[in-house]
């Protein structure tokens, strides 16, 4: 068994997290901004609470978004929050949230730079690689894990599985599936200081 800290658990992907955790018997402490229905409270930009609650745990999984900051300020912020704390806590394992637009492609080309890709969100998507940037100036054993496309919102069922694949903007996956591939690197640490898409 392990003791995992998820950061976002009122989100769905957080949510999800949560439940697949403890669906595997570990011990998960769920956090969110504000305590309540069992949740801890703890912000993700600050470093010091993150620390306190990460002392004794063996993974922090974060799948966090704050829609009423600006990206280009939240995500380094929470990024060098996290990386700060889990250093002060010596927890070495990171789990990060990713965003399918910031994958690389079969070819190499980033997904959100491929030709058709909405470009409306791009702020947001290069907001978002940044902590992907921060993490590899880190020493931290970080993963970022990402539907390889979008989250399936049509079918959120939980299919039990799920393959590692370049970007690609037709991949989809449910929360539930990808909460799959999120714990397994906490329980099989398989990829490391990498950005992953996955589908069902």
């Known amino acids: 068994m392990s003791k995992i800290l998820v950061i976002g658990a009122r989100g769905r992907a957080g949510r999800a997290a949560v439940e697949e955790g403890r669906r595997r018997g570990h011990e998960v402490t769920a956090v969110a901004r504000t305590a309540g229905d069992g949740l801890v409270g703890g912000d993700v930009t600050d470093a010091e609470r993150i620390a306190e609650l ?16 600006d990206p280009a300020v939240f995500f380094p912020r929470a990024s060098r929050a996290l990386v700060d704390a889990l250093e002060k806590a010596q927890v070495d394992r990171l789990i990060w949230v990713g965003l399918a637009s910031v994958l690389p492609t079969a ?16 702020s947001f998507y290069l907001a978002h690689r940044t902590a992907l940037e921060t993490f590899a100036a880190s020493t931290l054993d970080w993963v970022s894990v990402a539907p390889a496309g979008d989250f399936d919102h049509a079918d959120p069922t939980r299919s039990g599985g799920y393959r590692v694949v370049p970007g690609d903007a037709a991949g989809l996956i449910s929360y539930a599936d990808l909460a799959i591939a999120l714990v397994d690197e906490v329980d099989q640490p398989a990829h490391h200081r990498a950005a992953l898409g996955v589908v069902v």
Do not use: F, K, S
Not at 57 to 69: F, K, M, N, Q, S
Not at 107 to 122: A, F, K, N, S, V
């Open 107 to 122: 070819d190499g080309t980033l997904l959100m730079d491929t030709r058709g890709y909405p470009q409306e969100y791009r």
């Open 54 to 69: 990460a002392v004794d745990h063996d993974a922090v999984i974060a799948a966090v978004y704050d829609g009423g900051t």
